[in-house]
Structures are given as structure tokens and as C-alpha cells.
């Protein structure tokens, strides 16, 4: 497979040998609940709190689900995924009909698309990655590409600098 251009989180580290990353922003993964959930209470997750929860996480190609697994394994749970999304508006009217708990990723000082009407929470220790543009080594880009990752980097950059001032306290 050929990579043109890519905008997404970063692949893991050994994948990175053979690619070119441009960071543009960062994205925290976050719980979602409904208001009545119990977790809404919480003002930061515990991962240990999703051992019993049914869980609705993205696909298994995402960096939030590589990133979740991780996590995971690290605590020693095992979670109960009752569902893996590719369209969060899956996971939304899961959550919404279900109050199951939603697993998403929120970029630097950007709402989530369809979450305003439920809670969204950190983890005690936030799960944060970079997001960018990435494409292969040595591969030509074109001015066309250049200019899109300009017009990423100078319209992000309001948002990066509130988001580190609001993480540096």
C-alpha cells in the first residue's frame, strides 16, 4: 500500500521508522456517559472503574483502541466490550439508549461531535497522543499536501497553546 497523506494519530513507534510525522495537535482519550451513569459523578476515571462496565470502543485499527488495550493490560482488567464502533453516532445512540460507557477521543480544546448532551471525563492519569499528518520517508509531497498541512498547523495552533496552558497547571 501507498501512503499518500495521512491525518490521524501517530502508528506505534516501530512503525515509525519508515514514516514522516508532522504533529499538528494532541487528543485525549475520554469517557463518556450519559448523565445518570455513575461515573458523571467522577470528576477524573479510574481505569480500574470500567472493570464492570459494558464498553463501547473503536475499531480495532484505532490508536484510542491500541492505547485503551495498553491500559488495560497494565491494571490487569479484562474489559467487556460489547461493541467496537467506526461512526461515533453508533456510539452515541448506544450510550444514549444502552448508558452503557462510550471510549472517544477529543482533540486539543474541540468538542466531541454528538456528545453535548452527556458527560465526558478524563482518566485520573489523562491518556494523551499526538495527532498529525504522517506519510512515507522520502515520498514527494506536493505543494497541494504542503499547503493543507499549513493551513492544519495555523488553524490548530490557537487551540494547542490554550490546551498546554490548560494541562501545564
Same mark, same amino acid.
Given at each position: 500500500?501507498?501512503?499518500?497523506?495521512?491525518?490521524?494519530?501517530?502508528?506505534?513507534?516501530?512503525?515509525?521508522?519508515?514514516?514522516?510525522?508532522?504533529? &499538528?495537535?494532541? /487528543?485525549?482519550?475520554? &469517557?463518556?456517559?450519559?448523565?445518570?451513569?455513575?461515573?458523571?459523578?467522577?470528576?477524573?476515571?479510574?481505569?480500574?472503574?470500567?472493570?464492570?462496565?459494558?464498553?463501547?470502543?473503536?475499531? /480495532?485499527?484505532?490508536?484510542?483502541?491500541?492505547?485503551?488495550?495498553?491500559?488495560? /493490560?497494565?491494571?490487569?482488567?479484562?474489559?467487556?466490550?460489547?461493541?467496537?464502533?467506526?461512526?461515533?453516532?453508533?456510539?452515541?445512540? &448506544?450510550?444514549?439508549?444502552?448508558?452503557?460507557?462510550?471510549?472517544?477521543?477529543?482533540?486539543?480544546?474541540?468538542?466531541?461531535?454528538?456528545?453535548?448532551?452527556? &458527560?465526558?471525563?478524563?482518566?485520573?492519569?489523562?491518556?494523551?497522543?499526538?495527532?498529525?499528518?504522517?506519510?512515507?520517508?522520502?515520498?514527494?509531497?506536493?505543494?497541494?499536501?504542503?499547503?493543507?498541512?499549513?493551513?492544519?498547523?495555523?488553524?490548530?495552533?490557537?487551540?494547542?497553546? /490554550?490546551?498546554?496552558?490548560?494541562?501545564?497547571?
Amino acid at each position: 500500500e501507498q501512503l499518500d497523506l495521512a491525518y490521524n494519530g501517530f502508528p506505534d513507534a516501530q512503525e515509525l521508522s519508515e514514516i514522516e510525522t508532522i504533529p &499538528v495537535t494532541k /487528543a485525549e482519550i475520554r &469517557v463518556v456517559v450519559h448523565p445518570e451513569h455513575p461515573l458523571a459523578k467522577q470528576d477524573r476515571i479510574k481505569i480500574s472503574s470500567l472493570a464492570g462496565e459494558h464498553l463501547v470502543m473503536m475499531d /480495532a485499527q484505532s490508536k484510542v483502541k491500541r492505547l485503551m488495550d495498553e491500559a488495560f /493490560a497494565h491494571q490487569q482488567i479484562s474489559p467487556h466490550i460489547v461493541l467496537n464502533y467506526t461512526q461515533i453516532l453508533c456510539m452515541i445512540s &448506544v450510550i444514549r439508549s444502552c448508558r452503557y460507557v462510550g471510549i472517544v477521543s477529543e482533540a486539543a480544546m474541540h468538542s466531541v461531535p454528538g456528545c453535548d448532551q452527556f &458527560v465526558l471525563r478524563s482518566f485520573e492519569e489523562p491518556l494523551v497522543f499526538d495527532v498529525g499528518f504522517f506519510f512515507k520517508r522520502g515520498r514527494y509531497l506536493p505543494k497541494l499536501g504542503c499547503d493543507l498541512i499549513q493551513l492544519f498547523l495555523s488553524k490548530e495552533k490557537p487551540y494547542m497553546e /490554550a490546551w498546554e496552558k490548560a494541562h501545564s497547571r
